[in-house]
């Protein structure tokens, strides 16, 4: 069974350009989260979805992030604008039914 | 913000010894878990105490939780260079299951060959 799989795996942008991470969970996965980790930290959640639909998203900053999770299954996490604060690794992770989360590599972003 | 805190930040250790790591956390819980993160790597999930248990094995892992003192530990015993990672505990709030978990800063371990 494949994991979850992250896209792109590494991305490097200029501040103030727009950025997108792509992510498709476990098959059968309802749940889905969305989170970041800073560097020496644990992750820290953005965002989760229960199928189509964000349940918790009171830690994702609205200003300039934005997810969607169309039909459910694949979610894509945007910023725009981005700043060199947004330099982090995103992490998609999901679950079905049992306790623990399944998680994807990451995409490690740096704005300069 | 981060509910856990592990201890210690980093642990240095020769191949074939054990590794302590320790979590402690502020509300009550109704599981906590410990996850293993390679270097660029996603969290892998290692295991899962229920607040109503006090200790638990799975192979070379043996984690132990103590809720009056709101605290666990993860022990690794004869441990391999491949041990070496970052160990994160995460708690999921009592009453809550285990939708929402929160993770710690964790603790990088190095196993010297």
Known sequence: EAGVVQSPRYKIIEKKQPVAFWCN???GHNTLYWYRQNLGQGPELLIRYENEEAVDDSQLPKDRFSAER???VDSTLKIQPAELGDSAVYLCASRQGQETQ???PGTRLLVL | SQQGEEDPQALSIQEGENATMNCSYKTSINNLQWYRQNSGRGL???ILIRSNEREKHSG?????LDTSKKSSSLLITASRAADTASYFCATAPQGAGSYQLTFGKGTKLSVIP
Not at chain 2, 60 to 64: K, P, S
């Open chain 1, 25 to 27: 969970p476990i098959s």
């Open chain 1, 70 to 72: 169309l039909k459910g």
């Open chain 1, 102 to 104: 399944y998680f994807g």
């Open chain 2, 44 to 46: 892998v999930h290692l």
């Open chain 2, 60 to 64: 070379r892992l043996r984690v132990t």
